[in-house]
């Protein structure tokens, strides 16, 4: 009766305890990689290792599909590689932008250069790395301002690491009259920073003054001024700039 109506019960059968088998032994096999997985990875403290875990996954199943392409679907599992090869390299040349960001993400993950809380400064932009994911980097910049940079653009690129001094520093130029008491010109600097600024500045650090050279004009000098993270380095200037305005010993051009 199976023959007259054309369906062959016991191949399918069979195909169908195949198909079972391999579906059973691959989920064995992710069941006990993942596990390892999951503790060689946390013992590395590898920031979104669960990629590393859903490309292992995919692999299991891959290669239990290719298996079962020949016993239970009829299909050249070598033809099959091949046609997928050619597929894939035809996505791989219009997504050339989007896999060279996540080999980028791969490579900044693995080699933790890069990572959220640090300072940077690349490419013109500067500020704090607040996430990196597989495809992009984002820097937060002083304002609040936040900058997307492909992985592919921050792993080719120069990136500079911001001590904690550098991040907040802001510096306010002055000139000096000659003859004027440096020491007393630099403390009445402090004084008015640290009164009419006491909401901008970090008290991690402290206010200082540093003169650099000596011209036609008198010295030349900077107040260095150290902000929190949340402060324009423009208001802290403006407001200092401001307080300091008139003062006697102050030389008519900078």
Not at 26 to 37: D, G, I, P, T, Y
Not at 110 to 117: E, T, W
Request: aromatic share 6%; hydrophobic share 50%; proline share 4%.
């Amino acid at each position: 009766m199976e023959h007259l109506i054309g369906i062959d019960a016991g191949g399918w059968l069979d195909r169908g305890l195949t198909l079972a088998v391999a579906v059973v032994i691959a989920a064995l096999v992710e069941r006990v990689v993942v596990r390892l997985m999951h503790k060689l990875l946390d013992a590395s403290d590898l920031p979104s290792a669960s990629i590393f875990i859903n490309i292992m996954r995919a692999l299991i199943w891959a290669l239990a599909l290719l298996s079962v392409l020949q016993p239970v679907f009829g299909v050249d599992p070598a033809g099959f590689v091949t046609a997928l090869g050619v597929v894939s390299l035809a996505i791989s040349l219009g997504m050339q932008d989007t896999i060279s960001n996540i080999i980028g993400g791969i490579s900044l993950m693995v080699s933790k250069s890069v990572q959220p809380g640090d300072h940077i400064t690349v490419g013109g932009v500067t500020g704090e790395v607040t996430d990196v994911t597989w495809r992009s980097t984002t820097v937060r910049v002083r304002g609040g301002a936040e900058e997307v940079i492909p992985n592919s653009v921050l792993s080719n690129t120069s990136v500079l690491h911001i001590t904690s001094w550098t991040v907040g520093y802001c510096g306010v130029p002055i000139a000096v009259v000659p003859g004027a008491d440096l020491d007393a010109v630099a403390q009445e600097c402090r004084q008015v920073a640290e009164r009419e600024l006491a909401d901008l500045l970090d008290p991690a650090f402290e206010t200082d003054v540093i003169f650099t050279s000596l011209t036609a004009y008198g010295a030349q000098g900077e107040v260095r001024l150290h902000v929190l993270p949340d402060v324009v380095f423009s208001t802290a200037q403006d407001r200092l700039a401001r307080a300091l305005s008139g003062r006697p010993w102050l030389a008519s051009c900078v």
